[in-house]
């Protein structure tokens, strides 16, 4: 096994260590939230989630992953980048403080102007991390970051869940957002080396933002798009419904966005340097792919044959409206890999400008898609979302093609192994599901033990390549233990 190959591997097993203590954490205390909680109350979080996530792209600037990009990086680059996201961040807090009215005003709910005025915090707090997180991508330190993270996560769920229990309401939920990017910023100081002085590089900042402009206009454009449903959700229906849609949306992040994540932030910085060499970094890219997509497919697709079930057992009855949305998201879940992975072939390749471009391309088809679905409800709105993420594979593979010879054809005959066999565990307890007549405590363990078989099994038939990657990564960490 190449250093590449173990830095990729190591890398990514803390990350998705990361995933499983963080997420796993952050679905508990979920569901516990969601037990104390109302729709409305989630609903009203999620209105506004749109700001802090506009306001952490701009701050961002892009430069966190200029800083990655970057073959050589030096305390001045360093302590510039830093200077900036402080400043950024507290014009950002400025702007949302003043702007909190309007957005109260807009969805009609006059209590979202404190909301916004307190979570704000959040976006300075989270400011501070920027450097230090990228410091340590860049040395490969991934098991810091986790536990960063993972405290963040435990630590704000137990303040959320205890003020939640008390009556604390939605305030609960902002408590926990403040906590969590308070712990892990706190965490990741204390882990990198690298502290700032009261160095401004007017040079650093150019070179470094001319790669990060391109990020940061399509970070603004990607925010918009993706929390374009619940701001249209929010807006034309109620919180209550803005809540289902938004538990759903969390769920199915958690589990795809996350898994993928936790490959991006590994593969980024150890490709980077292959930026050069085409031929080594398609041959990386397929193998990523082939291995994300047998992690990811079969997640996803047994979560929507079985979230019934799951919602039966992990939430009351007020929240059983979210798992239609829940089934039709995770379907987008399953493709989001193929789109994340792209953009990390233009980013490793330096062309931060393809990734705006394509931004572009793919979110003009997925907004005309909500508009033309947004009379017919909810439920339409989450259809429109899958056949917006099908259509946007065209743009997203397009470049791929050209800078590194793998389009999409190419991809799509790397996914199809672990999609096939998804599929097959999927439908056959879908099927079955409706004929089991013991309880759903009962139901779901079983089917997803008999889902999980029929899955390794089909994928052994079919010589999955994601397979056999992922048991020879497992057996060079055992033998290394």
């Not at 909190?100 to 991390?129: C, D, H, S």
């Not at 994300?292 to 799951?310: E, G, K, Y």
């Not at 065209?394 to 590194?404: E, G, H, I, K």
């Not at 007549?437 to 099994?457: K, M, V």
């Amino acid at each position: 096994m190449s250093k590449i190959n173990r830095d990729i591997s190591i890398g990514v097993l803390w990350n998705l260590a990361s995933i499983f203590m963080s997420r796993g954490a952050s679905i508990v205390f979920t569901l516990f939230l969601a037990r104390l909680l109302t729709p409305n109350d989630f609903g009203l979080v999620a209105m506004i989630v749109i700001c802090f996530e506009l306001a952490g792209v701009f701050v961002q600037s892009g430069l966190g992953q200029a800083l990655i990009q970057s073959e050589k990086v030096s305390d001045e680059d360093l302590s510039t980048v830093f200077i900036t996201n402080m400043a950024m961040s507290a014009f950002a807090y400025c702007a949302l403080f003043l702007s909190a009215p309007w957005v109260a005003k807009f969805y009609q709910q006059p209590e979202l102007t404190l909301l916004v005025r307190v979570m704000g915090l959040v976006v300075f707090i989270n400011a501070m991390k920027i450097v230090p997180t990228a410091t340590l991508s860049r040395a490969m330190n991934f098991k810091s970051q986790m536990v960063a993270n993972t405290s963040g996560v435990v630590s704000s769920g137990i303040v959320a869940v205890t003020l939640a229990y008390n009556g604390a309401g939605v305030w609960s939920l902002v408590a926990q957002m403040v906590m969590a990017a308070f712990v892990s910023t706190l965490l990741l100081w204390f882990a990198s080396v690298w502290r700032p002085s009261l160095i401004f590089s007017v040079e650093s900042f150019l070179r470094l933002f001319q790669f990060g402009v391109n990020l940061l206009i399509e970070g603004f454009l990607a925010v918009l798009y993706q929390n374009s449903y619940v701001l249209v959700i929010g807006r034309f229906y109620s919180a209550e419904a803005t809540g289902l849609y938004f538990l759903a949306k969390k769920i199915s992040n958690l589990v795809s966005q996350q898994m993928t994540s936790a490959v991006q932030q590994v593969t980024f910085p150890a490709l980077s340097k292959l930026q050069n060499d085409n031929e080594k970094l398609r041959y990386k890219y397929r193998q990523i792919i082939q291995m994300t997509m047998f992690m990811i497919a079969p997640v996803m697709l047994l979560l929507a044959s079985l979230s019934r079930p799951v919602f039966e057992i992990a939430f009351s009855e007020k929240w059983q409206g979210s798992v239609p949305y829940l089934q039709l998201l995770c379907v987008v879940g399953m493709i989001y890999p193929l789109h994340a992975l792209n953009v990390n072939i233009m980013n490793v390749k330096g062309r931060s400008d393809l990734v705006l471009k394509v931004g572009l391309a793919k979110k003009a088809v997925n907004l005309s898609l909500l508009g033309l679905s947004l009379k017919y409800g909810v439920l339409a709105i989450a259809i429109s979302q899958v056949l917006g993420s099908v259509l946007a594979l065209v743009p997203n593979t397009y470049y791929s093609a050209r800078l590194v010879n793998y389009g999409l054809v190419d991809q799509l005959k790397d996914a199809a192994k672990p999609v096939l066999s998804a599929l097959i565990a999927a439908s056959g307890l879908f099927f079955l599901l409706p004929m089991l007549t013991i309880r759903a405590e009962i139901s779901l363990p079983f089917c997803l033990l008999l889902g999980a078989l029929i899955y390794l099994s089909t994928s052994y038939l079919v010589k999955s390549e994601g397979m056999f990657m992922c048991i020879n990564v497992l057996k060079y960490k055992i033998r290394k233990q």
